[in-house]
């Protein structure tokens, strides 16, 4: 009698794979001197997508726009063609009307009530007794039906966990919300948690935001994994495309690169924890070869290197002595003004942007045409997927 | 004649009713308080507490006046029942109400705030309205501040002086509680009658009390503070 009744409403026309979850929203928190912006556009399609990032990338904020226990500053959230929230047409249901699980990151059970009237707390305007069949289902899908008439206080972590994922499925929401819910778990019961919970989305098919900010648990999910990081996704895809050290870290970091050069992986030296790649853009006849620090990458795999124009040294003779493992000679191309630096363009096979001040300009004597040698530290190297 | 009975009677009916209303009058009141994000909040947290400090002869004064025939409120009344409401009983229910206001709606307040906000997100991703998330999680998490709201109003209409001198005067039957009682028995050098009543007064709202702090250690056992 209990998979009839969980099941019976994905039958009557919802299809898994039919309706996704897309949002893009904006979201300011704070005065200017704490000030937060949450700037996010993504789509979670039925199934497990993993929200990643680390303490303070705004993963709650985002759950709470999306769950309407915060209301954006702009654009809109649609479940299939549901809309929940758009700032244009002034729409925004509030988070009674929205049909969306949420589960807490400390799970918020009612501590007056037991589990059974926990779970069916959400069902009050359904009579008492599909009431009591619906509950006793999620009970028996979760396991937990021996726990019925105990608070919340008198049972385990680990059944507590499944106590809040009973309480907000037994609703039927067209979105489960996931705040970092098994964090506080050992990965056994962890484990059984999420395969009781994907048996579960098999008949319902729809979309799970699971927020996390341990790299153990998204591999272990092994699910789509977008990466969130002060309030910006920065990265998306599966998690060894993504999170693969110092993979995340960099990619996180995109942005702030002013070189950034096609590469392939030439050599591995695991016993000194580098790597050589050859920037394969390099014009014919000059091949540029960095070292760089090593990522779980085969020989031959082709990725990005980014690094930074203020992390480059220039020097006007052939140095030597020095700790940097990268020495590459080349000749100026420009010199630009902006500001206070100076923006050199320098042509070594491949052209590399390198910021100076006005002094070391004027110190070295730079001019276009002059030789000069770059000097780059290994792990000013940044690498990225391709 | 030692222990003025009939006075006692009406003062317990006095703080039965009174205490009744601010129930009702409270929880809307301290709900609002609680939850509200209006900027205006504090004139209001501090009309509610005014009872607190101001002299009661100051408040009771207002009340008579507000009460005279020579007010809208007063004349209102006059015209509707024929009565003014100044001297009677349901003028001391209302003087009672006002003074006795802080003590219902502080602790209410500082119980429903003492709620833990993500109970009642969860509650609302639940599909609870506001009231069924009122009555179903905030109130039974609150039950301590209730206890201590109503009882505190109780006792402290029980006990009052100075604004039943003022509303009420000393009529009595309609406006004569136990406090004045025990100030006329002291007028009148009675002492003994006095203390007997004033001894009653002390043994209720003691037990009153009593019972309220031991039933509040019971409430703690499912509040949200274990």
Redesign the interface.
């Given at each position: 009698m209990t998979e009839p009744d969980i099941s019976a409403s994905v039958g009557s026309g919802l299809e898994p794979g039919s309706r996704p979850l897309q949002a893009k929203l904006r979201k300011s928190l704070g005065t200017s001197a704490t000030a937060f912006s949450l700037d996010v556009e993504f789509t979670a399609n039925p199934g497990f997508s993993i929200l990643f990032g680390p303490s303070g990338a705004g993963k709650t904020t985002l759950l709470d726009c999306i769950?309407?226990?915060l209301t954006p500053d702009a654009e809109r959230i649609v479940v299939g063609d549901r809309v929940l929230f758009d700032a244009a047409q002034g729409m925004n249901e509030?988070?009674?009307?929205?049909?969306?699980?949420?589960v807490?990151q400390?799970l918020?059970?009612?501590?007056?009530l037991t589990v059974e009237e926990n779970v069916e707390?959400?069902l009050?305007?359904l009579p008492r007794r599909e009431r009591q069949q619906r509950a006793a289902a999620v009970l028996d899908s979760f396991r937990i039906r021996q726990l019925a008439r105990r608070r919340p206080?008198g049972i385990s972590g680990g059944e507590r966990q499944r106590v809040a994922l009973a309480?907000?499925l037994v609703?039927d929401p067209q979105v489960l919300l996931l705040d970092e819910p098994l964090a506080a778990l050992d990965a056994a019961t962890k484990s059984r948690i999420v395969d009781d919970l994907r048996a579960w989305n098999q008949g319902h098919g729809i979309p799970i935001l699971y927020v996390t900010h341990s790299r153990e648990e998204v591999f272990a999910l092994g699910e789509r994994v977008l990466v969130l990081d002060r309030g910006r996704i920065v990265a998306e895809g599966t998690p060894h495309e993504v999170l693969e050290a110092p993979w995340q870290e960099t990619v996180a970091q995109l942005a702030g690169f002013e070189n950034v050069f096609d590469a392939r992986v030439e050599s591995r030296h695991e016993d000194r924890g580098t790597m050589r790649c050859r920037l394969t853009d390099s014009t014919v006849g000059t091949l540029v070869e960095l070292e760089t620090p090593l990522v779980r990458a085969e020989q031959g795999t082709l990725l990005h290197v980014g690094i930074r124009a203020g992390d480059i040294l220039l020097a006007i003779t052939p140095p030597s002595g020095l700790s940097a493992r990268n020495v590459i000679p080349g000749r100026i191309a420009s010199l630009e003004r902006r500001d206070v630096i100076i923006s050199a363009r320098v042509e070594c096979g491949v052209e590399m942007e390198v910021h100076l001040t006005l002094a070391a300009r004027d110190a070295l004597g730079l001019a276009p045409g002059r030789e000069v040698w770059l000097v780059i530290k290994t792990h000013s190297c940044h690498l990225m997927h391709r | 004649m030692a222990i003025d009975w009939q006075a006692f009677w009406l003062t317990l009916q006095l703080a039965v009713i009174v205490s009744a209303i601010l129930f009702v009058i409270g929880l809307p009141v301290a709900y609002w308080i609680a939850f509200s994000r209006a900027r205006w909040k504090f004139l209001v947290e501090a009309v509610v507490a005014l009872p607190i400090v101001l002299p009661p002869t100051v408040l009771g004064f207002y009340v008579l006046v507000a009460l005279g025939p020579r007010s809208p409120l007063g004349r209102w009344w006059l015209t509707l029942t024929g009565h003014t409401l100044a001297f009677t009983f349901s003028g001391l229910v209302i003087g009672s109400i006002l003074y006795s206001l802080p003590f219902a709606v502080q602790p209410f307040v500082a119980s429903f705030s003492g709620v833990d906000r993500k109970l009642i997100a969860a509650s609302a991703t639940l599909g609870a309205s506001h009231l069924r998330t009122f009555l179903r999680v905030i109130l039974p998490l609150s039950m301590p501040g209730l206890i201590t709201g109503g009882a505190l109003s109780f006792a402290h209409t029980m006990g009052e002086f100075g604004v039943v001198l003022m509303v009420g005067g000393n009529i009595p039957g309609v406006t004569r509680t136990v406090s004045i009682d025990i100030f006329d028995q002291v007028q009148a050098s009675n002492y003994a009658a006095a203390n007997q009543t004033a001894v009653l007064l002390l043994v209720v709202c003691f037990g009153l009390l009593s019972l309220v702090y031991g039933l509040n250690r019971k409430a703690w056992l499912f509040g949200p503070g274990r």
């Open positions: 769950a309407g226990l509030p988070p009674s009307r929205r049909n969306i699980g949420y807490f400390d918020a059970l009612f501590p007056h707390y959400g009050a305007h206080k309480r907000a609703t | -």
